[in-house]
């Protein structure tokens, strides 16, 4: 059978694989937990799982399988790669088609897992150890860019099977990427991640594959560990066990391959943090390997005096947010690009959102004098002392309302009567704080006259300034207009008082440079708040092609500041509360979905201002009119909303500990998935707490059933959000919910 693929190139060799789960029934056991195996395969192959995704339901159309598959795509005029394989094996038995994926799998596997320096092909593992023996001696271990002679050994080790095949054997001279583990014990100093690069000296097996020991040569002991958040720039890092960003699921004292296009993304991060490292790096590996480590992808999009951003949505524990991860997969389908006229475009957008396409349309056939009303956008600048007198207009607003409202706190004001000011919503981008070093280094840019970069608001009916995009500045600028940073005393030149060395404030500043500062003009860009989420962040996109994308949960939230936002933000505080990471809002996306879909089916009132079946053409227009509905119910009605999601996540969560299940997630996934999440919370709502306390064992039941179904995970894989999709859903779950009250006799 080697004849049939030696000539083929990896591309191809990928597409034969997708071709052959494509003739395979959705029921026939060798497609199970495909999606585990779409992700195995972009690690063999370095080809994203969504790519890989995209070509088996591409070819779905052409085989009696019981899928669908994208039987829009005609592949001969739109995929001639994917139409040439099809041409070729299409006719090929199940039989064959296996034969020939098994030795692609063999080629794939012998060069996904190894480096070759000097001549030899050494394999790639990693360890993540807890134990207070070997972790505290690693930790204790100097630090130093050169390479070290230090050895060490690691036992009660699981994972590695001596009978597994030949290139998965871990053997002497492989590499070791060692990782400090653990949670609370007292020994413990240091963060979990990686602290040491080591080399295989000595196997130590038994007849069973746990509790085996190792010897390992440290070569390279860093100087601080490398957390997963440190790599959450490095994307290639993000499937690799105890190091990378995915960590959940992954025990201590276990071994793991690392695949090669992680291992050099991670050689890269090291040199990246640690610059002294790169010659001990070159020798390691070898001068052929280094010159690789330039073409590492990073997503490093920040600006200079932008949010330091942690990537945290590249994190594998959310399915289904709207995140960057999903546009940079979508850049890598060598076929989208291919056909792609707008680059920028295809990252910053979803061109399979067809809410967006509707809207856009709608857009482009208005009279122009209507399309500059819809779209009012306009470009502004604003001095600091302007910026200064909107936002204490702001922050005397805040301390008179809190005064009157005693038992009030920040989040809970009513910014109805406030205008013309500059409100900065009290938890909006709080997980970004920049550092007095840079907040220095911005006041410095200031002083000298640098452009910074521009700033982003949107305008509420009330002509607030609402902060979306530059908050981290605005703060830096305000705390050295206040009193509250200072500059290094080198800046004692600029003073009044120029013999001291005392730090500098700005009352120490002369007259002329307090003006120079004051009067310093700032381009800002000024959306009005109507503009719903979707085409704000493509103004943003347009209008600063050098900052960094806002997801749209952000700009929502910026354009909705009231009660909405003070209740998610109230969930958003409760730790008990939280399933996925809170940073860039995705925690908050969830919780919204959730309520939208609870409203549709539990509130008239909404039910009356928002017909489901005749308005909805998108997520994102939904969302925006949920959160300028709870903003204009009362209090006691909000208060219920946040009851509502505690009991009911509290009351899964209980649930979920009788088989110590994963929080809604798919049957093979460690991640919680959205569309699980928000489906399964809407189907348990329209039961009492008390009833489903008393028969937790049956909920528990129903919800394995409904992960299970193979209808129901077709159905939240991709294009989710389509109408089509949601209704389907929505049938799905009254079904349900009557088959529980039947078992309940209700």
Same mark, same amino acid.
């Given at each position: 059978m080697i004849n049939k693929i030696e000539n083929l190139d990896l591309k191809q060799r990928v597409q034969i694989i997708c071709l052959y789960f494509s003739r395979l029934e959705s029921k026939d056991l060798r497609r199970s937990k495909i999606i585990s195996r779409y992700r195995e395969l972009e690690v063999l192959s370095g080809i994203k799982a969504n790519t890989i995704r995209q070509w088996t339901d591409s070819f779905d159309p052409y085989f009696d399988n019981g899928r669908k598959g994208y039987y829009q795509r005609d592949l001969e005029h739109s995929n001639k790669s994917l139409w040439n394989v099809y041409k070729k094996y299409g006719q090929y038995s199940v039989g064959e088609l296996q034969e020939i994926v098994t030795e692609v799998y063999e080629t794939l596997d012998k060069n996904s897992y190894s480096l070759n320096i000097g001549g030899d092909d050494v394999y790639l593992y990693s360890i993540k150890t807890k134990k207070e023996e070997t972790s505290t001696s690693l930790y204790s271990l100097e630090d130093s860019p050169e390479i070290v002679n230090f050895t060490l050994r690691i036992d009660n080790l699981n994972r590695y099977n001596p009978r597994t095949s030949k290139n998965q054997q871990l053997k002497v001279g492989d590499l070791l990427f060692l990782s400090l583990g653990g949670d609370n014990e007292k020994w413990k100093r240091w963060e979990n991640g990686l602290t040491a690069v080591g080399k295989v000296e000595a196997i130590y097996t038994k007849d069973f594959i746990k509790d085996y020991e190792i010897e390992t040569k440290v070569l390279l002991k860093l100087p601080i560990e490398i957390t997963p958040s440190d790599l959450y720039y490095y994307p290639d890092t993000s499937n690799e066990f105890n190091i990378g960003p995915s960590l959940k699921g992954t025990p201590n004292q276990a071994i793991n391959r690392v695949s090669t296009k992680g291992a050099l993304s991670i050689f890269s991060a090291i040199c990246d943090i640690f610059p002294e490292y790169k010659n001990s790096i070159r020798r390691l590996i070898g001068d052929e390997n280094f010159l690789q480590l330039d073409k590492v992808p990073k997503l490093r999009t920040t600006g200079e005096y932008e949010e330091e951003t942690r990537r945290t949505n590249l994190e594998l524990d959310f399915e289904g947010s709207d995140d960057l991860i999903d546009k940079v997969n979508l850049l890598s389908d060598e076929n989208y690009r291919e056909n792609s006229q707008d680059l920028e475009l295809a990252l910053h957008m979803d061109r399979s959102d067809e809410g967006y396409k509707a809207e856009k349309k709608e857009l482009m056939s208005l009279p122009a004098n209507e399309l500059k009303r819809k779209l009012s956008v306009t470009q502004r600048e604003l001095s600091i002392s302007d910026i200064k007198k909107f936002y204490d207009r702001f922050s005397g607003y805040e301390a008179e309302y809190l005064y009157i409202n005693k038992d009030k706190d920040s989040e809970g004001i009513n910014y109805s009567n406030l205008g013309d000011a500059l409100i900065l919503e009290p938890d909006f981008q709080r997980e970004y704080v920049w550092k007095k070093d840079k907040k220095q280094q911005l006041i410095d840019s200031l002083l000298l006259g640098i452009p910074i970069p521009t700033f982003y608001f949107s305008i509420d009916k009330n002509g607030n300034l609402l902060v979306v995009d530059g908050k981290q500045r605005i703060n830096s600028i305000l705390e050295f207009l206040d009193g509250q940073l200072s500059l290094p005393p080198t800046y004692r030149f600029l003073c009044l008082d120029k013999e001291t060395t005392d730090e500098v404030y700005f009352s120490d500043l002369e007259s002329r440079i307090k003006r120079k500062l004051e009067d310093y003009p700032l381009t800002c860009y000024l959306v009005d708040s109507s503009v719903i989420p979707r085409f704000q962040n493509e103004i943003f996109m347009r209008v600063n092609r050098g900052g960094e994308r806002l997801t749209i949960q952000a700009i929502r939230n910026a354009s909705n500041v009231g009660k909405v936002t003070s209740l998610l933000n109230k969930i958003s505080k409760n730790k008990e509360l939280q399933i996925v990471p809170i940073k860039r809002k995705k925690d908050q996306y969830l919780?919204?979905?959730?309520?939208?879909?609870?409203?549709?089916?539990?509130? @008239? /009132?909404?039910?009356?201002?928002?017909?489901?079946?005749?308005?909805?053409?998108?997520?994102?227009?939904?969302?925006? @009119? /949920?959160?300028k509905y709870i903003n204009i119910i009362n209090d006691s009605e909000v208060s219920d909303l946040y009851s509502l999601y505690d009991k009911y996540l509290r009351i899964s969560k209980q649930m979920f500990g009788l088989k110590s299940y994963k929080d809604f997630s798919r049957i093979d996934s460690n991640s919680v998935n959205m569309v699980i999440f928000e489906s399964w919370m809407l189907l348990i709502s329209n039961f009492s707490i008390t009833v489903i306390e008393d028969k937790l064992e049956l909920f528990f039941n129903k919800y394995i059933e409904f992960v299970s179904d193979s209808k129901f995970v077709d159905n939240i894989l991709y294009r989710r959000d389509s109408k089509e999709k949601v209704l389907w859903r929505f049938n799905y779950i009254k079904k349900n919910v009557d088959d529980l009250k039947h078992k309940l006799g209700m």
């Open positions: 919780v919204l979905r959730f309520f939208a879909y609870y409203l549709i089916h539990n509130s @008239k /009132v909404f039910n009356s201002i928002y017909n489901f079946e005749a308005e909805y053409n998108g997520i994102d227009n939904l969302l925006d @009119k /949920v959160m």
